[in-house]
């Protein structure tokens, strides 16, 4: 690298921070991280009749919360809007745009007549029009040539130049466009690497172009990143898809989680191990490692490594981040507290926390409508299990509260199963199936967090009453 790294990241106020844009962030992120750079953030807010306030707070808490930190203060290019008129007055003086007084419907009405392909045709290119109200200031592109450059993620990239259109660089309203504040913004703020998503690829030639005629020569390197896609492989649509990244934060998925996640998105470390921590991936994380093809957005495999994250953390560690996501308060608590060991093991999100501990906290369960079908609708054997277990607990908890204990328990329980019939002649009890009347009296679920434990936890009288209270049902 001839100078010191220095990349940016450049939302538009037009929409909550989501999955795409977050990838796009962590990546220059990283970048700028492994080479010991500058990571810069620049709000491209130039769009005032669709910028909304909120949507730049939103980017700013979500930045904050997978921590990645940017560099000095952000830049705003609404507060720029000399400098892009002096760009674009530089460009009027050497010839390299014209002014345009045609409206879209005309261009379309012209390509139709004339059967061309679509885009602007050049109607105005020769007409030496001045500036006046409703006019807007498009590039001349050259006639001749091709302008391309080397991607370090998709390799040579290059266009022909006849096929690039006379593109708007300055609105009719004054207003300036993206690619004219993006590319000079670039160059004043010193951007050696410009990394973004697939989808700037057909404006990249424009960028150059618009570079070369304001003198500002041109970056050290491009990446254009993969598109991320769905389940059906279409293009990660804010409107269709599960994309907001504050809704994955308020569903209980961690920030190590997200970007550790986000990171796999078209690369892999070369040892093979995916789920690792962020100081790794910024020492492993290259480029010229990225896949081009399309990355596949799994819910299934970020939840898989949330899940991961969540059990590397040590108890105090998973009850502060759980805090949080417990509305039931102090019983909450102190319920998790109990058990945090048994609910960190199975959770894949933190919002699964309160609903697996629920049942120790509220006065009687809420029967789970599937649950109940599986085990009491499709059950076998259902009221002796119970009767039984009811028997052998009262006997246990007669012993005094020092002998109810997750061992002794089980014991009773595997008893009672025998009892009811639940064994084969010569095996042992089917605990996996004769425990699911008893997990269903005290929790109202099929699945949740060690039985045995559970029910200690739940103590023998409210156990008693929940297992008597789930036969009397049956009658």
């Known amino acids: 690298m001839t100078s010191p790294v220095r990349v940016r990241f450049a939302p538009s106020p037009t929409g909550y921070l989501h999955v795409g844009s977050g990838h796009s962030a962590l990546v220059n992120w990283l970048f700028a991280r492994h080479h010991g750079g500058s990571f810069l953030l620049r709000i491209e807010d130039t769009d005032a009749e669709r910028n909304r306030p909120e949507l730049v707070d939103n980017v700013l808490e979500m930045l904050n919360w997978l921590g990645l930190e940017w560099d000095g203060e952000p830049v705003h290019q609404s507060d720029r809007g000399d400098l892009y008129r002096d760009a674009a007055a530089k460009l009027v003086a050497a010839g390299a745009v014209y002014y345009c007084g045609c409206t879209g419907e005309e261009v379309q009405a012209r390509n139709a007549a004339a059967g061309g392909k679509p885009g602007y045709d050049g109607h105005c290119r020769d007409r030496g029009l001045e500036a006046g109200p409703g006019r807007a200031l498009r590039f ?14 998709r390799g040579e990239i290059s266009f022909a130049n006849t096929d690039i259109e006379d593109f708007v660089v300055v609105r009719g309203n004054g207003a300036p466009m993206f690619l004219l504040a993006n590319s000079f913004d670039d160059a004043d703020m010193a951007i050696t690497h410009v990394i973004r998503g697939e989808d700037h690829v057909n404006s990249t030639p424009k960028y150059l172009l618009l570079r070369e005629a304001l003198g500002l020569g041109v970056p050290q390197a491009f990446a254009h990143l993969p598109l991320l896609v769905n389940e059906q492989r279409k293009k990660l649509s804010k409107r269709r898809d599960d994309v907001s990244m ?14 550790n996640y986000l990171a796999l998105l078209g690369w892999g470390p070369a040892d093979g191990v995916e789920v690792r921590s962020i100081s790794e991936i910024v020492d492993l994380y290259r480029l010229e490692d990225v896949n081009a093809a399309p990355a596949f957005f799994d819910q299934k495999k970020l939840s898989f490594v949330n899940a991961e994250k969540i059990r590397s953390l040590s108890v105090p560690e998973f009850l502060d981040v759980a805090d949080p996501f417990l509305s039931m308060g102090e019983p909450a608590r102190a319920a998790l507290a109990s058990m945090a060991t048994e609910v960190q093991e199975r959770v894949r999100t933190l919002a699964e926390v309160e609903p697996m501990i629920e049942f120790l906290v509220v006065d009687a369960p809420n029967f789970d409508e599937d649950s109940w ?16 277990t009811i028997d052998r607990l009262t006997t246990l908890a007669s012993s005094g509260a020092e002998d109810w204990l997750p061992a002794a328990i ?7 199963a025998v009892v ?19 997990r269903l009296a005290v929790s109202g679920r099929s699945v949740g967090p060690p039985l045995w434990e559970s029910l200690a936890v739940l103590g023998a009288d409210r156990t008693l009453s929940r297992l008597r209270d789930l036969r009397s049902r049956l009658d």
């Open 140 to 153: 001349r592109t050259p006639a001749e040539g091709r302008t391309g450059w080397t991607d370090l993620v």
């Open 246 to 259: 504050s809704d994955y934060r308020d569903r209980g998925y961690l920030p190590e989680a997200m970007v």
């Open 373 to 388: 079908t599986k085990i009491i609708t499709k059950g076998k054997l259902v009221a002796e299990m119970l009767d039984a």
């Open 410 to 416: 089980q014991q009773a329980v595997a008893e009672a």
């Open 420 to 438: 009811a019939g639940l064994v084969n002649a010569e095996g042992a009890p089917q605990l996996s199936k004769a425990q699911g009347p008893v």
